[in-house]
C-alpha cells in the first residue's frame, strides 16, 4: 500500500479485540449452559417484531426459563434503531431490571439495541451522552456493562463482532454510532439455521453490507501510518493490519463462491454456513482494522431516505436497509481509493471474482466486480434508485462529513468535493 500520510512518529502497535464465539448448525441450543456460565439468572431477551414472528426468539426465551433462568423478552427493536426507538428500549429495561445479562436475538438493530440499553442500564445518563462527536457527547462509559450474547439472525451486519451501535438522530436527519470497546458482546452465537427464515431481499442487502466489511478494512489506512499513539489514546478501529487482513481475505472468498447461491436459495443450508462464515470473518476483521467512505456515505443516505421502500422488509416506515445504503456508492468509492492501494483493490476484486477479466483500466476491476454482484442480487442500481438526485448531493455531502470516525480511517485524505463526485458517479451504475 502507498502510504499518502506522513506521521512524524509512525505508530508501531495495533490492536485486535474479539468476542467469544460459538458458530454452528443448532448453537442456539446451547445458551442456557452458556448464561450459567456467566452465573446469570435473570436475563432480558432483545429482538423486533418480524424476528419475533419467526418463532425463534420465542423458541429460545422458552427453553431459557426450562433451564430455570428467568427471562424477560423485549421484542420491541425497531429495524434500523432511531434514538427514540433506543430510548424506548432503555426505558423498559430500566424499569423491568435488574438483570444480570442481555441476550440480543435479530440482526444488527437488535444487536446494536441491546448494546444501547446494555449501556445504559448500567451507567448513568442520557442515550446522548454517549453518541458520538459531533453529534452527541462521547462519554465514555465509566462502569463495567453486563455480559452480552449476540445471537445473529441476518448474515452481515457483524454487530455481534463489534464495539458499534448505529442509529438514526431523528432531530438531525444523521446516523451516527456510539463506540467503545466495552459495547462488544461477551459471546457471539452463530447459528447458520437462524438466517434460513431471511428473504432474499435481506439476504442480499446484508450480504453486501458483509461484502463492504470486507473492503473497507482490507483497503482501510494502514495502521503504521497513524501518528504513535499512548495507550489511552486507543481506539477500535486501528487501520488495516495483518490480523484483520486474515480475516477480510477469507470472507471475500466464502462470499465469491456463496453469496450468489444463498440468495436465489435461501433453503441452501451449505451456503446459508458458509455466508454465515463469511459474515463473522468480516466482522472480525473491520470490528478492529474500521471501515471507511461507503459507510461515512450510508448513514446520510439512510437518514435522508423519504419514500424508498425496500423488498423483504415489513416495515411501516421509509428506508435504506444499512447494507444496501452502504452498497450504493461502494464502486465509486472504491475508483478513488484506488491508488492509495493498487495491489490491494486488484486483489480484493480477484478474491471476489476469481475467473473475471480484468479491464485495462485496473482501478475499473474493482468496481465492475461489485457492480456485477449488486445487480446479480437485486440491489437498486445506485443513489438515484431510493430517491436521491444531483440536487440532494449537497445535503449527502454534509452528512458524510459527520462522519470522520470513519473518514479518518480512509486511505486518503477526503474532501467535499471528492464526496460530491463519488455520490455523483453513484446516482446511477447500470
Same mark, same amino acid.
Given at each position: ?19 467469544? !464465539? ?25 429482538? +423486533? *417484531? ?27 427493536? =425497531?429495524?434500523?434503531?432511531?434514538? #427514540? ?37 448500567? /451507567? ?7 453518541? /458520538? ?5 462521547? =462519554?465514555?462509559?465509566? /462502569? ?26 431523528? $432531530? ?18 452463530? +447459528? ?9 431481499g435481506v439476504t442480499a442487502a446484508s450480504g453486501l453490507d458483509i461484502l463492504c466489511h470486507a473492503l473497507e478494512s482490507y483497503t482501510a489506512r494502514p495502521f503504521q501510518s497513524y501518528e504513535h499513539k499512548t495507550a489511552e489514546q486507543r ?5 488495516? /493490519? ?9 470472507? !471475500?472468498?466464502?462470499? $465469491? ?36 467512505? *461507503?459507510?461515512?456515505?450510508?448513514? *446520510? ?7 424508498? =421502500?425496500?423488498?423483504?422488509? +415489513?416495515?411501516?416506515? #421509509? ?21 492509495? $492501494? ?37 440491489? *437498486? ?10 440536487? +440532494? ?38
Amino acid at each position: 500500500m502507498v502510504s499518502t500520510f506522513h506521521p512524524e512518529h509512525p505508530e508501531t502497535v495495533f490492536t485486535y479485540g474479539a468476542p467469544g !464465539l460459538k458458530f454452528g448448525v443448532g448453537a442456539r441450543h446451547e445458551l442456557s449452559h452458556d448464561l450459567a456460565q456467566l452465573e446469570a439468572r435473570r436475563v432480558l431477551v432483545v429482538t +423486533d *417484531p418480524g424476528v419475533a414472528a419467526t418463532g425463534g426468539p420465542g423458541e429460545i426465551a422458552d427453553s431459557l426459563r426450562a433451564a430455570g433462568i428467568d427471562t424477560v423478552v423485549f421484542d420491541r427493536s =425497531r429495524v434500523e434503531p432511531t434514538d #427514540a426507538s433506543l430510548i424506548e428500549a432503555i426505558d423498559f429495561a430500566r424499569a423491568e431490571g435488574p438483570f444480570d445479562a442481555i441476550v440480543a436475538v435479530g440482526g444488527g438493530s437488535s444487536i446494536d439495541t441491546a448494546k444501547a440499553v446494555n449501556l445504559l442500564v448500567t /451507567n448513568e445518563g442520557e442515550l446522548m451522552d454517549y453518541v /458520538n462527536a459531533p453529534v452527541g457527547r462521547a =462519554r465514555a462509559p465509566r /462502569n463495567v456493562l453486563l455480559p452480552l450474547i449476540a445471537v445473529p439472525t441476518t448474515t452481515g451486519t457483524g454487530s455481534e463482532s463489534t464495539t458499534i451501535c448505529v442509529l438514526d438522530v431523528l $432531530s438531525q436527519h444523521v446516523k451516527t454510532g456510539i463506540s467503545h470497546p466495552r459495547l462488544r458482546p461477551t459471546l457471539a452465537v452463530v +447459528d447458520p439455521e437462524l438466517t434460513m427464515s431471511q428473504p432474499a431481499g435481506v439476504t442480499a442487502a446484508s450480504g453486501l453490507d458483509i461484502l463492504c466489511h470486507a473492503l473497507e478494512s482490507y483497503t482501510a489506512r494502514p495502521f503504521q501510518s497513524y501518528e504513535h499513539k499512548t495507550a489511552e489514546q486507543r481506539v477500535p478501529y486501528c487501520g488495516s /493490519n495483518p490480523i484483520a487482513d486474515m480475516w477480510s481475505e477469507k470472507a !471475500l472468498s466464502l462470499m $465469491s463462491s456463496a453469496f450468489r447461491t444463498v440468495v436465489r436459495n435461501g433453503d441452501d443450508l451449505a451456503a446459508r454456513t458458509e455466508v454465515a462464515m463469511a459474515a463473522t470473518f468480516a466482522g472480525l476483521g473491520f470490528g478492529n482494522a474500521g471501515v471507511h467512505i *461507503p459507510h461515512a456515505n450510508a448513514y *446520510p443516505i439512510a437518514g435522508q431516505v423519504r419514500d424508498f =421502500r425496500p423488498e423483504g422488509y +415489513d416495515v411501516d416506515h #421509509a428506508m435504506v436497509p444499512h447494507g444496501m445504503a452502504v452498497s450504493l456508492t461502494a464502486p465509486a468509492a472504491f475508483r478513488f481509493t484506488f491508488e492509495a $492501494s493498487p495491489d490491494r483493490h486488484v486483489r480484493a476484486a480477484e478474491l471476489l471474482a476469481p475467473h473475471a477479466e480484468r479491464p485495462d483500466d485496473a482501478a475499473e476491476f474493482l468496481p465492475q466486480v461489485l457492480a456485477a454482484i449488486m445487480r446479480d442480487v437485486g440491489i *437498486p442500481a445506485g443513489i438515484g434508485a431510493v430517491g436521491f438526485a444531483e440536487g +440532494d448531493i449537497d445535503e449527502l455531502v454534509e452528512g458524510t462529513m459527520k462522519q470522520q470516525r470513519l473518514l479518518a480511517t480512509a486511505p486518503l485524505e477526503v474532501t467535499e468535493d471528492d464526496l460530491s463526485t463519488i455520490l455523483a458517479e453513484s446516482i446511477e451504475f447500470w
